[in-house]
């Protein structure tokens, strides 16, 4: 298959794009800040004329800043997605991250919740249930579809699932097999943000072990370079991803990839993967002491848990496994109405944005 891609900004783990902005973005805002808009127009039309299929986090697009929500921060705008339906593209837009979390929705799941440690709400996501609600309505109208994964399948009206949580297999190196010979149990912990990760509580946990004499230490990396990270995980007994926000992220990811097992909460409605299959050991702020309390003298469940890890991300949530997933989602999405109507040449005046339902 021929295929490009142009991104304007890649995260630590994704590389190897044809096209990166990043540096020429910085570079106007730099010397040319109020051309801003015009250098990212000039990208999505020449975009336009260059892909046929597009890919946006519910947060933004090319051309900035949102609009028709009520946030200046979140949401594509619309008239970039009109755009794209106009001009019979494929547009396909994810819920990744904080951007789609309605904050009473999200707090109503149960006792922990992504929200529940939030320490500045509307800072991190849409927030606003009504606001967030009309601005997931007016992206799913104008996508070819929604794309969501986890917890975010029970809070997006007919998304999508793909694992889009992905890592390349063949650059993870495997880590020795869990083992008895050190002295101390050392429990892994690598937060972007804390607060939604539940760190609080797993320090508690290792503090009340540490008090009762036991030999466990907590290896606590945030904001460091990703191959600082890979190598602690490495060093550790057991990563502990999150405690609240009820999915597992690409961190647990990359663990479970290199052989290292993982704690982690599973809310009751999430939807990753294969569950039945998936070696998380589960634990929330009300269980964490006990599990790792166990854990400490039950090496039978870690070695378990790690070795099952390569297998079922190989499966799962490797390039091999999205690239299938894509390849039978554009397969299934191709003959939507508006997208043929579209092709054909229509005029935007017929392409009611509320008429073609995805």
């Given amino acids: 298959m021929n295929a490009k891609t142009l991104v304007f900004n890649t995260y630590y783990t994704t590389s190897d794009f044809d096209f990166v902005f990043t540096e020429i973005q910085d570079r106007v805002i730099a010397e040319r800040g109020q051309d ?3 250098f990212r127009w000039l990208v999505l039309m020449w975009a336009l004329a260059s892909f046929d299929i597009f890919h946006l986090f519910n947060d933004r697009g090319i051309v900035e800043p949102a609009g028709g929500y009520g946030s200046s921060r979140f949401g594509i705008a619309v008239r970039e997605m009109e755009i794209y339906r106009c001009a019979g593209k494929r547009l396909y837009t994810y819920a990744y991250g904080a951007d789609h979390r309605m904050r009473n929705k999200t707090l109503a799941l149960g006792k922990w919740s992504f929200c529940s440690e939030c320490p500045a709400p509307g800072s991190y996501c849409v927030c606003d249930d009504h ?18 994964h986890g917890l975010a399948i029970k809070m997006i009206p007919g998304a999508r699932n ?28 690598f937060p972007n943000h804390p607060y939604f990760k539940g760190t609080s509580y797993l320090e508690n946990a290792i503090r009340n072990l540490q008090a009762e004499g036991r030999p466990i230490e907590l290896s606590l990396l945030s904001g460091k370079p ?84 390569p297998g079922y991300v190989r499966k ?14 554009y397969i299934e999405t191709a003959a939507l109405p508006w997208y043929v109507r579209a092709k054909m040449g229509e005029t935007a005046k017929s392409l009611d944005p509320g008429a073609y339902q995805s």
């Fill in 36 to 38: 801003l808009y015009l």
């Fill in 226 to 309: 990703n191959d600082e990270i890979l190598a602690a995980m490495r060093e550790v007994d057991v990563l502990v991803d999150q405690l609240v926000s009820g999915s597992f992220g690409l961190t647990a990811v990359e663990a479970m990839g290199m052989g290292c097992p993982v704690i982690c909460y599973l809310h009751a409605g999430v939807d990753v993967a294969d569950l039945e299959a998936c070696p998380i050991i589960p634990a929330n702020p009300d269980t964490i002491e006990n599990v790792l309390r166990s854990l400490m003298s039950d090496f039978t469940r870690l070695s378990a848990a790690g070795a099952a890890g």
């Fill in 162 to 189: 793909v694992p889009y949580l992905t890592v390349d297999v063949g650059k993870l190196h495997p880590r020795p097999p869990v083992r008895h010979s050190r002295d101390k149990f050392v429990v892994g912990h």
């Fill in 316 to 329: 799962n949530y490797s390039i091999e496994a999205l690239a299938k997933h894509l390849s039978a989602l």
């Fill in 131 to 148: 606001g967030g609600g009309k601005m997931l309505e007016v992206i799913r109208k104008y996508s070819t579809a929604v794309v969501a």
